[in-house]
């Protein structure tokens, strides 16, 4: 195969006929891939009138460029109407996925349509087929991924199972896509969209080879190992495969950054038993890469537990990072590893965002400790630090068995807040509940108001952890700023924690030598470009900053800066809301 | 005489950078299929990796295979590859009582021919050239006692390495 340096193969499935089509979008040096591409094919075949769940609307898995080209080049795109916000969105998962899609020859994969039966679907770069699978109906997340392993059998290794739990197929706004096991398109409810389309794997095999692209092999492969040398024998990636996110889990509860207990405390001495450290020495079983990264950052926990007497035992391997351990451990007050992994299997296996997830548990706790519901609401005891409510509640979650459980997953903390009170300790930062970082104003107004309503859009949380004056033109200068170079970054599409070894002026040689030269050239405007059409694009689909809320809890919380300015956030805010709109209204200069 | 050896594949985080490596300077492709050496899950991430990779035989069985000279018996194990001279018709792949020939949609095969280049790829050191003392060809008719047809080993580490390897 030939990669044509000029237009993004897409593979569109239509899932209503079960038939495909391949399309040559153009133009790459607009759109560049990930990203942009999403959004590049959303402006094309969506409808941003039409609800989240409309069998017409397209869930898009987009890989770039670069894609298994350089190294750490190795995540995915997925764009899709979330069922939490109903607005255009995003999230980024690897594992096997990136390569998987680049091997079989497409640069994305668009699923439009609802199936009559439950599916799964397969492609590779010679293939595509609906099966139906009617008898994984209600199947976890583990099991659906060993029978969806028996397609494709012979590509093992070089092929990415994609699927849905329960929560997916029962339209929980939060419910995830789990990719290889270990992976997830996380936040923001893509689970739904799949599970609306009838959808309960996607097996992805890519076994397809290109011809070297570019042209001039030398320098491909000069530029291959220089950055392979700096991604593994640097500091700099250190701290992700040493011990992994988690590392920060010490230093933050130190700052009083991180959330205990719904946020009503930032720093407890019971961290000692939930650092980075503790994990790895402890539960560390193994690590593990994406396909196509030499670094290695998927910290794997060995779970062993006693299921009946005589050393009756059973083991799991659980993955585990900051943000799980912030969402189902600290924020749940939990802080025995014994006590979280359980809590992560169950929610991996439910097919829930267990971020998500975390933080409307945590809700739940605060509102049934404040008599606001009571246990005929929640029908289990929920109570910080008390591991068996939360197993129990995580099937409540997926099953839905009265009002308060099916608010609670659809829509999460402020759905039920809305209804039953409790909004003011509802830890939801505009679209979204929180990621595990207290850190101040632009943190707040970044999730509040970013584009995916995240701690990744943008650096917001390192840049309240700088010593940066409080100057609400500067701090949304720099959430711009961040946000367009994160943008060209996920269109090529490299993971984000290699950002600082791929410069703007890295990925352009990086294009160039791979002979994608137009973009080379457009990339800085391709970037901005494409992040006007997102901003564009979430504002179509109904995004209102003004209504955005930042609920009292974060301006209670105290961290080693004191409270939060309520004077300044309004200011970023104010100051931010007319650069996003801004942002939306502007004309693309490469259209 | 030389040969590459996945002496340390349980430390593998399942990367594919030896793979993609061989086939970006060895077979100028841009791949993490046609290539010498590949990385198998053992059945999901859950379970680890295996590598496929040629173990050096002396007789090879897929040099016997082979209807031309494409592959030819290298001195000291494993096989010497003229591509010009392939046929494309598969027999080789099918010879390998490990499945370490890969064979692209054209039915090209793809063997490892021991270089090392994908060694220095390999953040975790699972790799390495091994250096095998001289010895007398297996007798040939102790691999043709079984049926290489229907046999196919698991090339898990263990599995690959030499006995004296632990
Ligand atoms: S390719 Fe297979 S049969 Fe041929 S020498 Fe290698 S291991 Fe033996
Ligand atoms: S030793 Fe050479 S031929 Fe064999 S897998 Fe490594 S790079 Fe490829
Ligand atoms: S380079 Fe090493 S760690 Fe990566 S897949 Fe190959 S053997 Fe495994």
């Given at each position: 195969m030939r990669i044509n340096p000029d237009v993004s193969r897409v593979l569109h499935v239509d899932m209503t006929t079960g038939k495909a089509q391949i399309l040559d979008f153009d133009s790459r040096a607009r759109h560049m891939g990930g990203s942009g591409l999403a959004a590049a094919l959303y402006e094309a075949y969506?409808?941003?009138?039409?609800?989240?769940?409309?069998?017409t609307e397209p869930i898009i898995f987009a890989i770039g460029p670069l894609t298994g080209l350089f190294p750490v080049m190795t995540k995915v795109v997925c764009g899709f109407r979330s069922p939490h916000t109903g607005q255009w969105t995003e999230s980024h998962a690897g594992g096997r996925l990136g390569l998987s899609l680049r091997f079989a020859g497409y640069d994305a994969l668009m699923i439009t349509g609802r199936a009559s039966a439950l599916s799964a679907l397969e492609v590779g770069s010679r293939s595509m087929q609906v099966h139906?699978?009617?008898?994984?109906?209600?199947?976890?997340v583990f099991g659906t991924g060993r029978e969806l392993?028996?397609?494709?059998?012979?590509?093992s290794g070089h092929r990415s199972t994609m699927r849905i739990g329960p929560a997916g197929e029962n339209g929980l706004s939060f419910a995830c896509i789990n990719v290889d096991s270990f992976r997830h398109f996380g936040r923001l409810g893509s689970g739904a969209v799949m599970g609306s389309k009838n959808l309960k794997g996607v097996v992805v095999t890519g076994d397809g080879a290109f011809e070297?692209?570019?042209?001039d092999s030398k320098a491909l492969n000069k530029l291959y190992k220089d950055s392979f040398m700096e991604v593994t024998s640097t500091s700099k990636m250190k701290k992700y495969h040493d011990l992994?996110?988690?590392?920060?889990l010490e230093p933050l509860n130190e700052l009083r950054a991180l959330p205990w207990r719904n946020l009503q405390?930032?720093?407890?001495?019971?961290i000692s038993t939930v650092t980075g450290k503790y994990l790895a020495e402890e539960y560390l079983l193994r690590k593990a890469a994406c396909a196509?990264?030499?670094?290695?950052?998927i910290h794997i926990a060995n779970l062993r537990q006693q299921f009946?007497?005589?050393h009756e035992y059973l083991y799991k391997q659980v993955s585990y990072d900051y943000e799980l351990i912030f969402a189902q451990g600290t924020m749940l007050g939990l802080s025995d590893p014994q006590d979280i992994l359980p809590v992560l299997d169950e929610t991996e296996s439910c097919g829930l965002d267990s971020m998500t997830t975390g933080v409307a548990l945590a809700w739940a706790t605060e509102a049934l400790a404040k008599g606001i519901i009571s246990e005929e609401e929640t029908l289990v005891p929920l109570q910080f630090g008390e591991v068996d409510g939360y197993l129990k509640a995580l099937r409540l979650l997926t099953n839905a068995p009265n009002e308060f459980w099916h608010t609670l997953g659809r829509g999460g903390a402020n759905a039920a807040a809305k209804k039953y009170g409790g909004e003011d300790f509802a830890c939801v930062l505009g679209g979204q509940e929180m990621a595990g970082?207290?850190?101040?104003e632009a943190y707040y107004v970044s999730h509040a108001l970013g584009f995916r309503h995240s701690?990744?859009?943008?650096g917001g949380y390192s840049y309240d952890q700088?010593?940066?004056?409080?100057?609400a033109q500067k701090a949304s200068d720099f959430l711009v700023s961040d946000e367009r170079d994160r943008v060209i970054i996920n269109s090529m599409v490299g993971?984000?924690?290699a950002r600082k070894e791929y410069s703007l002026e890295r990925m352009q040689e990086c294009l160039h030598v791979a002979g994608f030269t137009a973009l080379s050239d457009t990339l800085a405007q391709a970037g901005t470009d494409m992040q006007h059409l997102r901003w564009k694009l979430k504002f179509d689909t109904g995004f209102v900053p003004e209504e955005q809320t930042i609920p009292k809890r974060f301006m209670e919380v105290t961290n080693w800066k004191g409270q939060a300015d309520p004077v300044y956030l309004q200011d970023l805010r104010n100051t931010y809301t007319n650069a996003i709109r801004t942002m939306a209204g502007a004309q693309g200069a490469l259209e | 005489m030389k040969l590459l050896s996945a002496?340390?594949?349980?430390?593998?985080?399942?990367?594919?950078s030896c793979s993609l490596a061989c086939a970006r300077l060895v077979h100028k492709q841009f791949s993490?299929?046609?290539?010498g050496i590949r990385i198998k899950s053992a059945?999901?991430?859950?379970?680890g990796f295996e590598a496929s990779i040629?173990?050096?035989?002396?007789?090879a069985a897929c040099a016997s295979a082979c209807?031309?000279?494409a592959l030819s018996q290298r001195s000291g194990g494993g096989i010497k590859f003229k591509r010009d001279l392939c046929?494309?018709?598969g027999k080789c792949a099918k010879a390998c009582p490990v499945e370490a020939i890969y064979l692209d949609s054209e039915h090209n095969p793809y063997v490892c021919?021991?270089?090392?280049?994908?060694?220095?790829?390999c953040p975790h050191n699972c790799l390495e050239l091994r250096e095998v003392p001289?010895?007398?060809?297996?007798?040939a008719d102790d691999t043709s006692a079984?049926?290489?047809?229907?046999l196919s080993l698991p090339t898990s580490s263990a599995d690959t390495e030499p006995p004296h390897a632990h």
């Open positions: 969506g409808t941003p009138s039409a609800p989240w769940d409309d069998p139906n699978v009617h008898y994984l109906r209600g199947r976890g392993r028996r397609i494709g059998r012979h590509m070297l692209p570019g042209g992994g996110t988690p590392e920060n405390a930032t720093s407890d001495p019971a196509g990264c030499p670094v290695g950052c009946g007497e005589d970082y207290a850190t101040g701690h990744l859009d943008s700088s010593d940066k004056p409080k100057d993971c984000m924690f | 002496a340390h594949l349980d430390r593998c985080i399942g990367c594919h993490w299929n046609t290539a059945g999901g991430l859950s379970r040629c173990l050096g035989c002396d007789p209807p031309t000279d046929l494309q018709c021919v021991h270089c090392g280049r994908c060694i220095s790829f001289d010895r007398e060809p297996d007798r079984h049926s290489t047809d229907s």
